[in-house]
């Protein structure tokens, strides 16, 4: 071997041990202190990120993911053609930070008249890479270590991991069901907080409350009642509250949505969330927005000026004359926002239908794009694994896609720890999907039934 190669026996010893050394030296330069910071212990594992990888590997019809599978409306799109098309080439740098001018004084009119305060484009509204940047940034600047923030269960999943980032301390809450009246689907208003039991989560830590309406997963749109008791809770125990109102134009069977921050003394406390995404069916776009007190958003700006800095310009435009039609067309038959929930009512009608005939027990929303439904019927098809680590809805899902072609999101994803194991014989479905999505579903769920009636 050495005569092949040409090396002579001293040469052949001097390579293996300056191999060794150098194997000696890497491995003294390899790092041994821990890389991760400590704020992201516990939050790595994400549901979207699992089952949108499982969604595309097999064929399927998705109803998991909260995004519309139809076209925005014409007149935003044309919007959007015209900021990016037209003569105006600043639409293609950067604009202001904190918000496109257009933008922020659209929303400060629009809202101003809901919200009965005269808002100032520059203090009170805050533009952001969609609405979960929003909600970042509210946790980041106003959450310290050893506050705690009052989570609504069932809730959207990213409340939690941002808590603990800031440092915070979540305080689970959860709303209740009661049983449908005889004869009736159970709705989302079925479900309720126990007053006596939220005011318990209140304490001397208690920074802030997320509220969620109208409610995702649940579809829930709180009452005028319900948020009067979190209003004076919030006053009582000068407390935050952080309102995630994305879906605040999808409500329902002639629901009123009611905004937190229009109720006496909460305007000074309440950061609003909002989104073209969902308020347009945009979801790409990422074009989110805070309105608030200036005292608030200040340190909402510190968190964006030092993280993202700056949101699209030509999206923005594009939601600013967006506002401008709604503004003008507000409360009248061609309003957009009339016309959306109108159209997203008959389409929950229609999944609910499909559901209820596949032998699912659906639990009809008052509003969101979404709806939960009980898959108990469905054990005999999918045994439960009491010894299992992940909840049954989770597998339940996992086989749903594989064998029947058919995605949805498992609700136990949307609960604490401690309390996943008790939900998880529901499931997550979004319903806003053109016809043809719906039908296969429907197609789907009826070929499932027949094959359960043949059993």
């Not at 800095?309 to 709604?326: G, K």
């Not at 998880?424 to 053109?434: A, S």
């Amino acid at each position: 071997m050495l005569r092949r190669s040409g090396l002579s026996l001293g040469q052949y010893f001097l390579r293996r041990k300056n191999r060794a050394r150098f194997s000696w030296y890497l491995n003294k330069t390899k790092m041994s202190r821990p890389v991760q910071a400590r704020r992201l212990e516990g939050v790595d594992k994400n549901i979207w990120v699992e089952f949108v990888k499982l969604a595309a590997t097999y064929p399927n019809v998705n109803l998991g993911q909260g995004f519309p599978d139809f076209s925005p409306p014409d007149f935003v799109k044309e919007a959007f053609v015209k900021a990016v098309s037209g003569e105006n080439i600043m639409l293609h740098q950067y604009t202001r930070a904190f918000g496109h001018p257009a933008l922020v004084t659209n929303l400060a009119r629009f809202f101003g008249k809901l919200l009965g305060q005269e808002l100032d484009p520059m203090t009170n509204v805050l533009v952001t890479v969609g609405a979960y940047e929003a909600l970042f940034c509210c946790f980041q600047a106003l959450v310290d270590e050893g506050d705690e923030v009052i989570i609504i269960e069932p809730f959207f999943d990213c409340y939690e991991p941002m808590v603990k980032m800031a440092g915070g301390t979540p305080v689970f809450v959860q709303l209740r069901s009661k049983a449908a009246e005889a004869g009736k689907l159970m709705s989302s208003g079925n479900w309720k907080l126990d007053p006596a039991e939220l005011a318990s989560r209140f304490t001397k830590q208690t920074k802030a409350i997320v509220l969620n309406s109208p409610n995702n997963p649940l579809g829930k749109v709180f009452t005028r009642e319900e948020m009067e008791l979190i209003a004076d809770l919030c006053v009582k125990h000068d407390v935050l509250c952080f309102s995630d109102e994305v879906y605040e134009w999808m409500v329902y069977d002639g629901k009123e949505h009611i905004r937190i921050a229009s109720l006496p003394g909460m305007w000074d406390r309440t950061i609003t969330i909002g989104s073209a995404g969902k308020t347009f069916s945009t979801t790409g776009w990422k074009v989110g927005w805070t309105l608030g007190p200036d005292r608030l958003l200040k340190h909402l700006r510190t968190v964006h000026q030092n993280s993202v800095y700056h949101c699209p310009t030509a999206a923005q435009e594009a939601v600013a004359q967006a506002f401008q039609r709604e503004f003008d067309n507000y409360g009248k038959q061609d309003s957009y926002f009339v016309q959306l929930a109108q159209e997203l009512q008959q389409k929950r009608d229609w999944l609910v239908r499909s559901l209820v005939a596949a032998g699912m027990k659906p639990i009809v929303p008052e509003g969101t794009y979404f709806l939960m439904a009980d898959i108990s019927e469905f054990k005999s098809e999918v045994p439960d694994l009491p010894d299992s680590d992940e909840p049954y809805d989770s597998r339940f899902i996992k086989w749903m896609i594989i064998n029947k072609g058919l995605v949805a999101i498992p609700v136990s994803a949307f609960y604490s720890t401690p309390h996943k194991r008790n939900f998880d014989h529901l499931i997550r479905f979004c319903f806003v999907k053109e016809e043809a999505t719906l039908k296969a579903a429907e197609d789907i769920l009826q070929q499932w039934s027949l094959g359960k009636t043949g059993q």
